[in-house]
């Protein structure tokens, strides 16, 4: 009764029966002590775990590598690792030897937690102790390498294991592949493929798809394609992540045609699409300009009763702002919010810079209001548009105010803000303005780049200061740019 009640976690019927069991001289064990601890420590009550501990002494019960090894796993679970530490220590203490069980918990727990050294200090103390790692001891510090992108001590690792006689399995195999994939090396992720395959260990779907969206984000949509018959010559079916890897892939790449092939495909081998391949698909159509197949994407997802998310909105928001379809925007935006899915400054940046674009800075400027009545704050991107919006129309009064407004709400400018006023008032004859945000911009930090010293000596030319522009001129050279031809 006690593992049964443990195992969904009713404390209180636990005690009760605990309670009973010794008004008739029947006292837990060892076994029954291990399993109640497991469970506190699964209900993340460490405090009650360990108070069952003590009581164990008390009782006049040893615990053994058992109960050890379930205390460092509720602890590490726990991320309570100091106490997991101490814990090991005292275990030793006790005469009680660790095995590789306790170091492989201990090891996961550091890589979790990302403390490298921590982790390979317990690896290193297993070897130096004569207790042969195994196939859990390499997978964590692999994978915590692969999260970390140290691809090379993760190869060494994987080396280092086969040098053990040990074979990784598809799991391992296909971290280091995604690993080197994220990093761009495809052509290492591919050996490792190869490596793979060498050793009797066949990729499976997943290892397929993970190969499949690092060539996509690579752009190499022809070995991707490759790739993909290499599956079904290999009996590999491919799922509904492969279809919408590649559909992403060609859409990035326009290639909608393909995309539109691969999603009839998908259809036909009756795998239903999720939200993810319809949001490709939208922002394909959305960057091709085809709204008329967007409309169609958009029925076809509400009859397979696929409903839009953030991505979607966000998506047909920006797609119309950018062609100053401000008011067709606003749409998305009140649908989206009677769905439940609230916007985010992306959104909001999506406005904003479609009231620009289309002349109409000043609303996008009032625009800011309803951010903050959302709880939504202004970023640089926001600010930056803006100035961007002002100093285009040139009006630079209203961008240097929507600049103090941005210094006023703490949101530090970047070079390319410093960048837009420089050149905006330079071009208006303001070298005065200009050299202001330009000893701010040094002021903070921020190091002009080429284009901040091409916009204030263009000016100071302009304006007749030949002076000030050598001596820019002479500055720009020692920082290393090289000043236009016509200079």
Excluded at 64 to 78: A, E
Excluded at 148 to 169: N, T
Excluded at 303 to 331: M, W
Excluded at 378 to 390: A, K, M, R, S, V
């Amino acid at each position: 009764m006690v593992h049964n009640y443990c195992k969904t976690l009713e404390f209180d019927k636990v005690d009760t029966v605990i309670s009973e069991m010794e008004k008739r001289c029947v006292f837990p064990d060892v076994v029954t002590h291990n399993v109640m601890v497991d469970a506190r420590f699964r209900a993340g009550d460490v405090d009650a775990a360990m108070s069952l501990i003590d009581s164990m002494a008390n009782k006049g019960l040893k615990p053994g590598i058992v109960t050890y090894n379930s205390v460092l796993k509720g602890l590490c679970k726990n991320r309570r690792l100091d106490k997991a530490r101490e814990v090991f220590r005292a275990m030793e203490q006790c005469g009680i030897a660790a095995d590789v069980w306790s170091f492989n918990i201990l090891i996961g727990g550091f890589c979790r937690v990302g403390e490298v050294e921590e982790a390979l200090k317990f690896y290193k103390e297993m070897r130096q102790r004569g207790i042969m790692p195994d196939v859990v001891s390499f997978s964590c510090l692999i994978g915590m390498f692969t999260r970390r992108g140290k691809m090379d001590h993760a190869a060494a690792y994987l080396r280092e294991m086969r040098g053990f006689g040990l074979l990784p399995d598809g799991v391992i195999y296909t971290m280091v592949i995604g690993g080197f994939c994220r990093a761009g090396s495809i052509s290492k992720a591919l050996r490792v493929r190869d490596e793979m395959v060498g050793c009797g260990c066949l990729p499976d779907v997943v290892t397929y798809n993970t190969l499949l969206n690092g060539l996509c984000k690579q752009r190499a949509l022809s070995d991707a394609e490759d790739l993909l018959n290499e599956m079904k010559e290999r009996g590999v079916p491919p799922d509904l992540c492969t279809f919408t890897t590649l559909i992403h892939g060609y859409c990035r790449e326009g290639n909608i045609e393909k995309a539109l092939q691969l999603f009839d495909t998908l259809l036909h081998q009756r795998l239903r699409p999720d939200i993810v391949t319809y949001n490709s698909l939208i922002d394909g159509m959305c960057r091709k300009g085809d709204l008329g197949k967007v409309n169609e994407l958009w029925d076809d997802m509400h009859t397979r009763e696929i409903f839009p998310n953030h991505v979607t909105y966000s998506v047909l928001i920006d797609s119309h702002c950018e062609k100053g379809q401000v008011e067709d925007a606003f749409g998305f935006l009140d649908e989206m919010v009677k769905r439940g899915i609230l916007p985010n400054i992306m959104t909001y940046n999506s406005i904003i810079k479609g009231y620009c674009r289309s002349g109409n800075v000043k609303k996008g400027q009032q625009f800011l209001q309803k951010m903050r009545q959302d709880n939504v704050l202004p970023d640089l991107i926001t600010f930056n548009t803006l100035i961007h919006g002002y100093v285009k129309e040139e009006n630079m009064h209203e961008a240097f105010i929507v600049f103090n407004i941005m210094e006023k709400e703490m949101v530090q400018p970047d070079v390319v803000t410093h960048n837009m006023l420089i050149n905006g008032f330079s071009e208006h004859g303001n070298m005065q303005e200009a050299g202001c945000v330009f000893k701010k911009m040094c002021a903070r930090g921020i190091e002009p780049d080429r284009y901040t010293y091409m916009s204030m000596i263009n000016g100071h030319v302009a304006a007749g200061n030949s002076k000030e522009a050598f001596q820019l001129h002479d500055e720009m050279l020692q920082r290393g740019f090289a000043p236009d031809d016509k200079f």
